[in-house]
């Protein structure tokens, strides 16, 4: 039987690296091994988005666009791809659609040839404005279900996203399963389903936390997907996504047709091998994040939202009422019409779930941001809220009509004037609504940098 063509994106740049460590991968790092990595033959790169952004500019000094241009420099030949969470560009909040029209035109301008497009609760809505824009800046819209289980998420539902997006223009649809919570036998039965009913090529993305990923993915591309996200093995496993090496192999054993070079895959892992283990010396890379871990089967939790609710008790001293936490979470996500748990309902869930054990009485707190999303805020829920809590926790509060993005007022103008000389670009305009303090704080420290330097011109070491 002649095997189909898989594709691969690398991920070692964006979410192994945010995995992993954290995000704090800088540029320099990685810089010598780009060369190489233009010659492997990748479908695309993942190196921009989702964490990377804020990182950059909060921890890193570097600013974000510029990393950008420089790997495009150096990755002519390779397609470089961003994950954008819809609405919300890379933030928590929903953003008025001049900005992010504004930030998609820059990306695609700066280098991005993809950008994976997904909303956490898979409200098409939240996606439509960067698709069309996407779409409009001449690059490839990829529309992103957030895979979750629960009673109301039906392969028919997510059939019915696929063929809305498809719809909007999307040229690739993704499967993405941020908690490495899929099956194989959920893998194939979704690639099916979806080859069966949209005319495009589909990509899955899954994390090795359960160490399901191997047999979903082998499943997956049974079921004739596409496109696989793998990240080079020094980076691989754990809670970020299989080895590319070993999916290569495998594949390759198997018949399918793959286009990567072995010889150059194998610098590349010569190379990270050592900056891995740079890594675990200094303890930015804890080696439980490689390590397998199945309780997030056994909770259906994604594994980061598990020690959050760790931490979380631990710091409120109340430690033993995990377990309480525990069966609680699954009750806040049904209260709440079964959000995906996904940044950031996955934390608004968690926190929740913490109160309503701490206070002894279910929604007696309530954050904002939970009142934001009974506001409808973050947009339709999978299934509609409780409606006796959604009233307990609104009160009198009206709910948002239609689209929020709609109720925004354009954006961008006036933080370019209110930033005056300080931005030196859209791409600085654009960071600072993103990312305010953060930004601020990087400009501020920009401006010394160069102040230094001048100094230094003028008037020599003395
Ligand atoms: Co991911």
């Given at each position: 039987m002649k095997q189909h063509k898989v594709s691969f994106t690398e991920t070692v740049l964006r979410d192994a690296n945010q995995s992993l460590i954290a995000t704090r991968l800088p540029y320099d790092?990685?810089?010598?091994?780009?060369?190489?990595i233009n010659k492997a033959g990748y479908y695309s790169v993942e190196c921009w988005g989702g964490a990377t952004f804020d990182v950059c500019l909060r921890y890193l000094h570097e600013d974000p666009w510029e990393r950008l241009r420089k790997i495009k420099a150096k990755l002519p030949n390779t397609k470089l791809q961003m994950l954008l969470r819809g609405q919300n560009i890379l933030g928590y909040k929903h953003y008025p659609d001049d900005v992010v029209r504004k930030f998609v035109e820059h990306a695609v301008k700066n280098g991005i040839d993809i950008i994976r497009i997904f909303d956490a609760l898979n409200d098409t809505r939240n996606i439509k404005v960067a698709v069309e824009e996407t779409v409009k800046r001449g690059a490839i819209a990829s529309g992103a279900i957030s895979y979750t289980t629960s009673p109301v998420h039906t392969m028919a539902k997510y059939v019915e996203q696929a063929k809305e997006m498809q719809k909007m223009g999307v040229s690739t649809i993704a499967i993405k399963d941020m908690a490495g919570i899929m099956g194989p036998q959920e893998a194939y039965d979704l690639v099916s389903a979806l080859k069966d009913s949209v005319n495009l090529p589909i990509v899955i993305?899954?994390?090795?936390?359960?160490?399901?990923?191997?047999?979903?993915?082998?499943?997956?591309?049974?079921?004739?997907v596409d496109v696989i996200d793998t990240a080079i093995s020094p980076f691989s496993g754990g809670t970020s996504q299989p080895a590319t090496e070993t999916l290569v192999y495998a594949l390759k054993q198997l018949g399918y047709k793959v286009d990567l070079k072995t010889d150059v895959l194998q610098e590349m892992a010569d190379y990270f091998k050592p900056l891995r283990n740079e890594f675990l010396a200094d303890g930015t890379l804890n080696p439980i994040s490689?390590?397998?871990?199945?309780n997030c089967l056994t909770y259906q939790i994604p594994g980061g939202m598990l020690s959050n609710l760790i931490s979380q008790l631990k710091m409120m001293n109340a430690l033993d009422r995990l377990d309480e936490a525990l069966l609680e979470t699954p009750k806040v996500r049904e209260d709440l019409g079964y959000p995906p748990l996904v940044t950031p309902t996955s934390q608004m869930v968690g926190v929740q779930a913490v109160q309503n054990v701490l206070a002894g009485e279910r929604y007696k707190n309530v954050g904002a941001e939970i009142k934001a999303y009974c506001r409808g805020e973050y947009g339709r829920t999978p299934a509609p809220i409780n409606p006796e809590i959604k009233k307990q926790i609104l009160g009198d509060?009206?709910?948002?009509?239609?689209?929020?993005?709609d109720t925004l007022a354009p954006a961008f103008r006036a933080a370019r004037k209110e930033l005056g000389d300080t931005a030196r670009s859209d791409e600085d305009v654009l960071s600072y609504i993103a990312f305010p303090q953060v930004a601020q704080k990087y400009f501020d420290w920009r401006k010394a940098q160069d102040e230094k330097v001048?100094?230094?011109?003028?008037?020599?070491?003395?």
């Open positions: 790092k990685f810089e010598p091994i780009l060369e190489t993305h899954t994390h090795s936390t359960t160490g399901l990923a191997f047999m979903t993915y082998l499943k997956a591309v049974e079921a004739g490689m390590a397998t871990d199945t509060t009206p709910e948002v009509e239609g689209r929020f993005a001048v100094k230094y011109t003028i008037e020599p070491v003395k």
